[in-house]
């Protein structure tokens, strides 16, 4: 494999707060505790990880439960045993989407291999942790994946499966519907491992969360990828101290969210979640739904007020008692997950994408006032894989990727007037050359005459380039109708590497280039994972 870096500035839709945090600019610096380089604070932060050993016996017991029941393999279970002794965790996670999910489920797995293996290296004993987000509500972001075709199209797979409305995704469960979906995803997939294996796990009776175990169980058996459910009844109930204080400290968590929001607005940022004086940061199973706790009355007296979810009211003490009684319906909204999450296990460093960097952001005062310290988060790998195919028409057109990013229409713009006759293109170029020696020459005696005159003069020169650009992109249009293979290579590029417009890492499912290139790929990829490398990788792979 042979790779090279593009930076983020170069990707479309990357925010202010995700570049600005890569360079760590001193505008970010109190929003994020740590720099996104591990190497220079691996140590150090190892120090200031309190857990409890009481909660790491119950968790590995429960973690260990959980993976022999997805069939875990011997590396896997000495990396339980390694997290038994005393090990910290490198954390990602990710919604349990069908099939894997989309490329960067598999990136995130292996960020967090890569990062427990350095910390280890640097003698921080590490393992690596994928927490699986069963608990999240939204079926239409997961019911789906787009699988490659076999003329190299996205080709979008849906199953029907259906539960109680906002009901947890992980309750969800496959019937006869997931079987023809299975089978043309093995279509797509061929003769390979890969499509044994969604044979094994997406079957009727299992979920989207215990298929998707099942399946990363066999895809990260070498690199000892520990998986872990949140919707396991016994880490609810370990996790009610901070639901808990959830509800008892509302007033104090809700003024620190909506300081924080400010604070980044005021920074020229985003805010990921937005914070009002009803947000609450738990939600409740109600009638199998999950439904948001939110505050009422603004919060007027110093125990939050009362309290609605759904249609039912409650005070703080009835809501805490139902914590106590019933821990299981209750779950962390987005920015109290990875507070949850590093509640429940002793987490060195999170790794995640873009949106989770943003999510930090806002979290970083829950974590604050309820733990006391705030994890660290760092980019997790990113990468479009480029196929033979696709290099090739890249080089005959000296294509780079920014281009493809510029959409299908410009692709196939851009082709084509490479495209054009040499003598044309050359015509073009004189054309170019002319208007600018010409007009030099102009703008330096008009300048003698009247400098006031030189802004017009250069506005002249840009209005006389702007006409040949135009001219030329009249001629590219007129070759490219005219030439169907321009389309037909414009197209495939952008199928291949921006599919719908957005990130192949995105968009078409891990499972597609496992299958493709076989389950060494991934061992392949991980040696291009460097944490203390944030650019964007574009991998050729054979």
């Known amino acids: 494999m042979k790779s090279q870096c593009l930076p983020f500035q170069q990707i479309p839709h990357t925010t202010q707060l995700f570049l600005d945090y890569l360079s760590y600019t001193p505008s970010v610096r109190s929003f994020y505790p740590r720099s996104p380089i591990f190497s220079e604070w691996v140590k150090d932060e190892s120090q200031r990880v309190g857990y409890d050993a009481a909660r790491r016996g119950k968790v590995s017991e429960i973690l260990e439960r959980q993976n022999r029941a997805w069939g875990a393999s011997s590396k896997t279970l000495a990396n339980i045993e390694r997290f038994k002794r005393g090990a910290l965790a490198a954390v990602t996670g990710q919604q349990v989407g069908l099939f894997g999910g989309p490329l960067f489920s598999i990136f995130k797995a292996l960020t967090a291999v890569k ?9 921080v004993e590490c393992v690596p942790v994928f927490w699986l987000a069963t608990e999240d509500h939204d079926l239409a972001e997961v019911n789906h994946v787009a699988l490659l075709s ?21 309750t969800v469960k496959f019937g006869p519907e997931i079987e023809p979906v299975v089978e043309r995803a093995a279509a797509l997939l061929g003769d390979s491992e890969v499509a044994t294996w969604l044979r094994q796990a997406y079957i009727p009776g299992e979920s989207l969360g215990s298929a998707f175990a099942l399946l990363f169980a066999k895809l990260f058996a070498e690199s000892g990828v520990i998986l872990l459910d949140p919707a396991e009844e016994d880490f609810h109930d370990l996790a009610k101290p901070l639901f808990r204080a959830a509800i008892e400290r509302v007033s104090e968590l809700d003024e620190a969210l909506l300081a924080r929001g400010k604070a980044l607005e005021a920074a020229g940022y985003h805010q990921q979640v937005k914070v009002t004086s009803a947000t609450t940061l738990l939600f409740e199973v109600k009638d199998g739904a999950r439904t948001v706790v939110r505050r009422r009355n603004n919060g007027a007296n110093d125990n939050g007020g ?8 409650s005070s703080s003490k009835e809501l805490v008692a139902r914590i106590e009684e019933t821990p299981e319906t209750f779950s962390p909204n987005a920015i109290f997950r990875p507070v949850v999450q590093d509640y429940l296990l002793p987490t060195l460093v999170y ?12 979290a970083a005062v829950v974590y604050e006032k309820l733990l006391g310290r705030v994890t660290p988060i760092l980019p997790r790998f990113s990468a479009t894989l480029l196929d033979a195919k696709a290099e090739r028409i890249l080089t005959r057109y000296q294509l780079g990727l920014p281009e493809v990013f510029l959409g299908p229409e410009k692709v196939r713009e851009v082709i084509a007037a490479r495209s054009l006759p040499p003598d044309l293109q050359a015509r073009f170029s004189e ?15 008009i300048g003698r005459l009247d400098s006031t005159l030189i ?88």
């Open 431 to 445: 054309a170019y050359a002319s208007v600018e020696q010409s007009m030099a020459a102009l703008r330096e005696s």
């Open 306 to 313: 009362e309290f609605a979810v759904g249609e039912e009211r």
């Open 351 to 362: 790794t995640g994408g873009a949106a989770e960097v943003a999510y930090f952001a806002q």
């Open 150 to 170: 076999e003329h190299g199209l996205p080709e979008r797979l849906v199953v029907e499966s259906r539960g109680i409305a906002d009901a947890p995704v992980g």
């Open 115 to 123: 990062l427990a293996e350095q910390a280890t290296a640097a003698g």
């Open 455 to 542: 802004d017009t003069a250069e506005s002249t020169r840009s209005s006389m380039s702007h006409q040949i650009d135009r001219l030329r992109a009249r001629v590219a249009r007129a070759e490219q109708q005219r030439n169907e293979v321009i389309t037909r290579h414009a197209d495939a590029l952008s199928h291949a590497l921006f599919p719908n417009k957005v990130l192949q890492e995105r968009e078409v499912a891990g499972v597609s280039f496992v299958a493709r290139y076989g389950p060494e790929l991934l061992a392949n990829l991980y040696l291009h994972v460097r944490p203390d490398c944030h650019d964007h990788q574009v991998i050729e792979v054979q």
